[in-house]
């Protein structure tokens, strides 16, 4: 198939519906455009599994809490077309706001305790709007499979949890964080980063590290890995943790002690810029089961 472009819900459906009828399985990655390496590995894992691979490109007001974040979104659609062309993507979904949210919308998802902490914590109504977009999305597609990425490790717990209570016929299929060669996750945010600032974005990632370190060698006192890991951030002005948690990675509530495989996860200012970023830390001797597990 070549790729198709399309802006609007009524095509789209067409589009899905002859890949159908042709016998493909079809899978959907949501994202919000600025592609990066990151999302061509979604792209690949849909390419492996299924013979119509759509990507929605959508910048979504609804899960954005802050104003100008929202302003300074990049929007680069042309390059993302190319992108999605170059990794064999068949339909490219980018539909406008109005055609998503035509009028005032009703009904939103209510997310439940899985968006208490770690970024729901901090971005009121982020995980409702970003879940609400989401089940749109799956509604509009209908894919056999949606792909998300771990790095937005909350917003993938809370997607597996939406998909099972709402029993959407999906199976929802998380792909393991691409990163620099220095460790930092890659982010459509991270153009935004001075080059200072990007040498001070690495260390997001090197105190994940040393969480995921004093895990493996028995540290089980899920504070004293926080208090040690946050420790080693640079002292700069630039540098902001906004938090540093371990949590149970299904349903993304703090743990007492750590016992079996939990989730590190961070989110740090770098001078106006907030990156997020987590490990999934297995203490010595903990059983390595999938601690994230399908729906
Ligand atoms: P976004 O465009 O930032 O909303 O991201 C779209 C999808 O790509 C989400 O499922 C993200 O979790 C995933 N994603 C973003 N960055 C990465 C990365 N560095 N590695 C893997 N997946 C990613």
């Known amino acids: 198939m070549m790729l198709k472009l399309v802006t609007s819900i009524a095509p789209l459906r067409d589009r899905v519906a002859e890949a159908r009828r042709a016998g493909l399985q079809v899978g959907l990655v949501p994202t919000m455009g600025a592609l990066h390496a990151g999302h061509v590995r979604l792209i690949e894992q849909a390419r492996l599994e299924c013979g ?3 990507v929605s490109i959508f910048v979504n007001p609804l899960q954005f809490d802050r104003k100008d974040d929202l302003a300074r979104y990049p929007r680069p659609l042309q390059a993302d077309v190319a992108v999605c062309a170059a990794a064999g993507v068949d339909i490219v979904f980018a539909p406008t706001v109005e055609g998503m949210y035509p009028g005032e919308a009703e009904c939103t998802v209510d997310v439940g305790r899985v968006a208490d902490h770690l970024c729901g914590r901090y971005r009121p109504g982020h995980f409702r ?3 609400t977009v989401v089940l749109k999305l799956l509604q509009i597609v209908q894919p056999d499979r949606a792909y998300f990425g771990e790095k937005d490790a909350q917003q993938l ?4 949890h939406m998909a099972r209570d709402f029993n ?7 792909v393991a964080t691409v990163r620099d060669a220095d460790g930092l996750a890659l982010s459509s945010r991270n153009q935004r980063l001075a080059p200072e600032e990007r040498v001070l974005a690495r260390s997001l990632h090197s105190l994940l590290r040393e969480a995921e370190r004093l895990v493996a060698e028995g540290e089980r006192d899920p504070k004293q890995v926080t208090a040690i890991a946050s420790g ?7 540098l902001r943790l906004e938090y540093l948690d371990v949590v149970d990675p299904e349903h993304i509530q703090p743990v007492e002690r750590i016992e079996g495989p939990v989730l590190v996860a961070g989110a740090l200012w770098v001078g106006s810029t907030r990156l997020i970023d987590n490990l999934l830390c297995h203490p010595s001797g903990a059983p390595q089961v999938a601690a994230l597990p399908g729906t």
């Open 52 to 54: 119509c691979v759509v």
């Open 232 to 238: 080693i951030l640079p002292d700069d002005d630039r």
């Open 168 to 174: 959407v016929p999906v199976r929802i299929e998380g």
């Open 129 to 131: 709007g970003m879940a």
């Open 157 to 160: 717990a809370v997607i597996r």
